[in-house]
């Protein structure tokens, strides 16, 4: 592939969930870059991006995210997120609507936390702060993948664990005390226009399937997809069949932006 034609495929940025980091997205950095332009930055604190104040509120990541693709010089770019990085998608694109070419919203809701949940993040930063992220970690393993990937996906597993554990008690805590504030943005839903995909785990234990469901509903022409023997995290469990749709849901994006360009 050339320079010239590399700069012609749509970026897709694509948001990590809690408490991992961009090395979350490998399977799709190696499947997709045929098809688009991926971008897998480490959310402040995560990974290798350094420090991070006590809260970071979903629109502060949305802000860091724009400023990277302004950075980069890009203009309109597809917008992905997984379970806190949907809840970010969907800040991003309050945010920065024009910046939104398309939007893929994986393992995640537009609602907000009850006050049960909301104390339970509170203690979670807590935890992080007093105790480290392994307790977090142990906590939250068994929910995150199925339990055919735990049988049949070794590599999975230990790349869950290990990155997982990584990750810095101060980015954990500011995280979830962002993620207990953030506010229900369902409203936003029935008027979304760009081009949705939305995307759920057979039997996700963390965020019920019906979240999908109720957002499917709500964004007008959005598509729903639920992928076989997954929980939380499809896009590492069953990375096949994830591509595959992100793969038809850029072709017709793409489509689109050149019916608009013609
Ligand atoms: C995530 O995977 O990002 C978290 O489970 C989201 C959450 O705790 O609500």
């Keep these: 592939m050339t320079y010239g034609q590399q700069e012609k495929r749509i970026p897709l940025l694509l948001i990590h969930g809690f408490p991992l980091d961009r090395t979350m997205w490998r399977p799709q950095l190696e499947g997709l870059r045929d098809i688009a332009r991926p971008i897998a930055p480490d959310l402040r604190g995560f990974g290798d991006s350094g420090v991070t104040p006590d809260i970071m509120n979903m629109g502060d990541y949305a802000s860091d995210l724009h400023a990277l693709l302004r950075t980069m010089g890009i203009q309109r770019a597809v917008i992905c997120g997984l379970s806190m990085g949907g809840y970010i998608a969907l800040a991003f694109l309050q945010k920065y609507p024009s910046m939104v070419q398309g939007l893929i919203l994986c393992h995640t809701k537009a609602t907000d936390d009850t006050e049960e949940i909301r104390k339970a993040r509170l203690l979670t930063a807590k935890t992080a702060m007093e105790s480290g992220v392994a307790k977090i970690a142990e906590g939250l393993f068994d929910r995150l993948i199925s339990e055919h990937t735990k049988r049949t996906r070794v590599d999975v597993v230990d790349h869950l664990k290990s990155m997982m554990e990584r990750q810095e008690p101060a980015a954990v805590a500011a995280a979830s005390r962002g993620m207990a504030v953030r506010p229900d943005r369902t409203d936003m839903l029935a008027g979304i226009s760009v081009p949705t995909l ?61 019916v608009q360009n013609a």
């Design 198 to 258: 939305i995307i759920t785990g057979e039997n996700d234990q963390l965020i019920p399937a019906i979240e999908s469901t109720r957002m499917h509903e709500a964004i007008p022409g959005s598509t729903l997809v639920q992928i076989p023997n997954t929980s939380h995290l499809s896009n590492m469990e069953n990375s096949e069949t994830f591509n595959e749709q992100i793969r038809l849901f850029m072709l017709s994006v793409g489509r689109k932006h050149h």
